[in-house]
């Protein structure tokens, strides 16, 4: 653990070190933080994930930083071959040829954690197999714990106390580095968004083989497609029909489900050959209650409104704790945030300003902001940004101001009055400002 402190400190001094230099000649932190980002790219899983973290909290670090971390890239060399058969054959517990009628040595993908080969059953089935590098796990989790070590090290000092709760920082990756090196994780996440999108209009969720699945090796169907960000899908008028399904598939994730995908960059996001959005990758995500469901649909409701008021209060009934003198000031901001987003019309609504207006403002504030949130902000953030590869005009604040006043219209049961009388304020404020338009 020493030893590993040790080469952690040296990597970083000697990746910033002339950065630094630079950074105090031309009066820019940006060659500085590229340093760090470059630092975190040569030591590993750990720091690759909390340079993720970075990225997800500029309420915390600052847009210029969170700017570069987003920029930090997870690729390793691929493993030989045969240390892929090894683990796969331990792991499954039978030869390689037994498991699969072929299997393609070289890699469609290779990161720090693991790598993904295209192979098929016996049984006909196109398969991606995920396979966790074997020195991946001791790494990580070491990593892991000697970053959970530093945070409350630092965090005893008291100078972070109101600013951060570094230790739950630290908690949250070491959660999600235990999460990483363990498959089944995800492929239980996996089935739980396909059972949670069984209506015909849903998204694509790759079937998982449990046959061929246990904590290092992950099967799951394979689906070929084109990335969103391919440049053959361009066309003029765009997609409009899927930047649209994007949106609504991401609402009912948050709003229905309680369970989001937090990654759906243009990477992890699918056209099929059939024309149908795809969902890969669900080592990153989160978990809402029925209660935090409520609390967001009122703040979307509160931004999408132009009412702060509104806004704040379900933003604190989420956890977000504002200090009393600083309330007035935090208010402002986000009315502020609002305004420039809104720039005097609802439907030029962008909700990366509204996003960014808000992180900044919890930033500026000092206001405890609960990890999930910012997590569900930069998703939300990242979604917008990919229904927009669809479809450059894409208007994602009109497509949740029409989910928000439509999704509950046709539903019924006992279950749902509670809810729909709790939600019948913030409906009354959306139409009241201009309806679905």
């Known amino acids: 653990m020493v030893l590993r402190a040790l080469e952690i400190s040296f990597s970083l001094f000697r990746h910033t070190f002339y950065p630094s230099l630079v950074s105090l000649a031309n009066s820019s932190?940006?060659?500085?933080?590229?340093?760090i980002r470059n630092a975190f790219e040569k030591l590993g899983p750990a720091f690759v994930k909390l340079g993720q973290f970075f990225s997800i909290r500029e309420d915390l670090v600052g847009p210029a930083f969170a700017s570069v971390m987003e920029k930090l890239q997870d690729s390793a060399a691929p493993m030989e071959f045969s240390v892929v058969r090894s683990v796969v054959e331990r792991e499954l517990a039978a030869p390689l040829p037994e498991l699969f009628a072929s299997f393609e040595p070289l890699p469609l993908a290779?990161?720090?954690?693991s790598q993904v080969h295209r192979a098929?059953?016996?049984?006909?089935?196109?398969?991606?197999?995920?396979?966790?590098?074997?020195?991946?796990k001791t790494l990580l989790l070491g990593d892991a714990?000697?970053?959970?070590?530093?945070?409350?090290?630092?965090?005893?000092?008291?100078?972070?106390?109101k600013?951060?709760?570094?230790?739950?920082?630290?908690?949250?990756?070491?959660?999600?580095?235990?999460?990483?090196?363990?498959?089944?994780?995800e492929a239980e996440v996996s089935e739980r968004f396909a059972r949670n999108f069984k209506t015909p209009l849903s998204p694509r969720i790759p079937r998982i083989f449990w046959s061929h699945t246990t904590e290092k090796i992950l099967t799951a169907e394979y689906i070929p497609g084109k990335k969103i960000s391919d440049p053959s899908l361009r066309r003029e008028e765009g997609y409009p029909e899927l930047a649209e399904q994007g949106a609504e598939f991401f609402l009912r994730q948050v709003l229905d489900h309680g369970l989001f995908h937090a990654d759906l960059h243009p990477a992890n996001l699918l056209v099929s050959e059939s024309g149908e959005i795809t969902y890969l990758d669900f080592g990153i995500n989160g978990e809402l209650s029925e209660e935090e469901r409520h609390a967001i649909f009122g703040t979307l409701a509160g931004l999408l409104a132009e009412d702060a008021p509104l806004a704040l209060r379900h933003l604190k009934k989420l956890g977000v704790r504002v200090d009393r003198e600083r309330e007035a000031a935090f208010a402002e901001d986000i009315r502020r945030a609002m305004e420039s987003a809104m720039t005097g019309k609802l439907k030029d609504a962008d909700l990366r300003v509204i996003g960014r207006g808000i992180l900044g403002a919890v930033r500026r504030n000092r206001v405890a902001f609960p990890h999930k949130y910012a997590l569900l902000i930069k998703a939300l953030l990242t979604v917008e940004g990919s229904a927009r590869t669809l479809h450059g005009d894409f208007d994602f604040a009109k497509a949740a101001r029409r989910y928000l006043l439509t999704s509950f219209a046709g539903k019924r049961g006992a279950g749902l009055i509670i809810?729909?009388?709790y939600r019948g304020a913030m409906l009354c404020a959306l139409a009241g400002n201009g309806g679905v338009r």
């Open 29 to 35: 932190p940006l060659p500085f933080y590229e340093g």
């Open 110 to 113: 290779s990161a720090s954690v």
């Open 120 to 136: 098929r059953l016996h049984t006909g089935e196109e398969v991606a197999v995920k396979v966790l590098r074997p020195e991946a």
């Open 145 to 161: 714990r000697l970053l959970a070590g530093m945070a409350n090290l630092l965090h005893r000092t008291g100078l972070f106390k």
């Open 163 to 185: 600013h951060i709760d570094l230790p739950a920082f630290a908690l949250e990756i070491q959660k999600s580095a235990e999460a990483e090196v363990d498959f089944r994780r």
């Open 419 to 421: 809810q729909a009388t």
